[in-house]
């Protein structure tokens, strides 16, 4: 390739190749006027063809729905006035221009939040039929609506839309530099090495209709992949492992005390799984991932275990402290020598009775009184036999409640796994 260098072209320009490259380039600029649309005809359009490879993702923001990805792009147009007979200026038929000296399309990206330009070449090719050759690499950071329920079988479908700010479709004018397929296929620039992969860029015309008029644009789909071996030795594994610890804590008898140590401890390592855990998962505002929906779900049978649990035994303590304080025999009065209860009042009275009366009267008042302990120990009895019902009662309510959880956490926990092997598989046939 020729290039042309403005300052060494005018002090140095002995040899006859760089005189005819100095007069051609002369003569192209004072026909070139970079204000105006390259056309002889204004009412031609100007066709821009574009290109795009993606060369490498290089972060996916999913807090802020943010795509940043390294793009090599290309536009090639026409311009009538840049067109010369080679043979006339010793057979050039290519050579490089200032982009800033001719005219250029304004073509911008929609979806664009920032765009980190690196450095730009500051020359365009053109060859003798007046074809403009501008190709340059940019980092674009992108608004994208970012999925992450599949975590971390996520796979994102990011649009990149091409279209001229001012120019009408009347105007300027786009399509595929190459064909549909080549660009869908072409994965040959990406960077492999990083957490996702490109699967395809599918692209497609059409024209938006608006107020301001009609507008050309070309939209570039770009489908990536994110690659979870990380995630799943990080993650996916330790958290079913926390969960087939906590099914297993439901065959610990529910009466037990030392299963709310363990359901204790479980609770604590579920914290502390679920910060660290939060450090690794994608952090969005709009779509929570399927693996934090059900963790969350496992704790909440967790925490819901455990609360029964206590219940249980706080039920169990106070039902064992009430029956111990409750006395068996509860007997009134004074007792006499011999042991028989002797009423104070008949004492008074026996005191002015005759023996036989007084003889008679106790007989009498020790039937009552054996009478009244036979009583007082049935109701005894009974009201400890109506306790133990009803502690027997709760005991299976608090059982059945028991099984209900752990049948919950089994159906929780395999639809867990299916979901996760459903999105596995349809992750693997992309």
């Known amino acids: 390739m020729i290039f042309y260098f403005p300052g060494i072209l ?4 002995p040899h006859p190749r760089n005189s005819a490259l100095y007069h051609l380039i002369k003569q192209l600029l004072q026909k070139c006027h970079k204000g105006v649309r390259p056309v002889h005809d204004w009412t031609e359009a100007t066709t821009v063809y574009l290109d795009v490879s993606v060369r490498a993702v290089l972060d996916v ?3 802020n729905q943010k795509l940043k990805t390294n793009v090599w792009y290309r536009e090639v147009w026409d311009d009538a006035f840049l067109s010369w007979n080679s043979s006339m200026f010793d057979d050039i038929r290519e050579i490089s221009l200032p982009l800033s000296a001719i005219w250029a399309p304004d073509i911008i990206i929609n979806e664009f939040v920032d765009i980190e330009i690196l450095p730009d070449p500051p020359y ?12 340059k690499s940019i980092q674009v950071v992108s608004a994208c609506s970012l999925e992450t329920y599949a975590f971390p079988f996520d796979i994102q479908n990011c649009s990149l839309t091409f279209n001229s700010i001012l120019h009408t479709v009347e105007d300027v004018d786009l399509a595929l530099l190459r064909s549909r397929d080549d660009v869908n296929h072409d994965k040959g620039a990406f960077l492999n090495d990083s957490e996702w992969e490109l699967l395809s860029v599918s692209s497609t015309y059409n024209v938006l209709q608006s107020s301001a008029g009609d507008f050309a644009q070309i939209q570039f789909q770009v489908v990536i992949r994110r690659r979870p071996l990380v995630y799943v030795v990080s993650l996916l594994i330790p958290s079913i492992f926390l969960m087939l610890v ?7 008898p529910p009466t037990c005390r030392a299963r709310i140590v363990f359901k204790t401890s479980l609770l604590v390592g579920y914290t502390v799984f679920r910060v660290n855990m939060s450090d690794e998962m994608p952090q969005s505002t709009v779509h929570t991932p399927l693996i934090g929906v059900f963790f969350t779900v496992c704790m909440a049978f967790l925490v819901l275990s455990l609360s029964k649990s206590i219940l249980l035994v706080k039920f169990l303590h106070d039902g064992q402290h009430s029956s111990q304080e409750r006395p068996l025999l509860c007997l ?3 007792t006499d020598a011999d042991g028989l209860r002797m009423d104070p009042r008949a004492q008074l009275v026996g005191a002015t009775e005759p023996p036989v009366c007084r003889e008679h009267q106790a007989q009498s008042g020790n039937l009552k009184e054996v009478l ?27 059982e059945r409640i028991d099984r209900l959880l752990f049948q919950g956490y089994l159906v929780v926990l395999g639809l867990y796994t299916i979901t996760l092997c ?9």
């Open 61 to 63: 923001d999913t807090q």
């Open 10 to 13: 005018a002090i140095d320009a």
């Open 246 to 252: 906590d099914l297993g804590s439901f065959y610990i």
């Open 372 to 398: 009244s302990q036979l009583q007082f120990i049935s109701n005894y009895f009974q009201t400890q036999d109506q306790a133990a019902r009803q502690e027997v009662r709760w005991l299976a309510l608090l």
């Open 422 to 430: 459903s999105l596995w598989a349809l992750w693997s046939r992309l």
């Open 124 to 135: 365009v090719y053109v060859n003798s039929s007046g074809t403009i050759k501008n190709s």
């Open 332 to 334: 009134r009065g004074d």
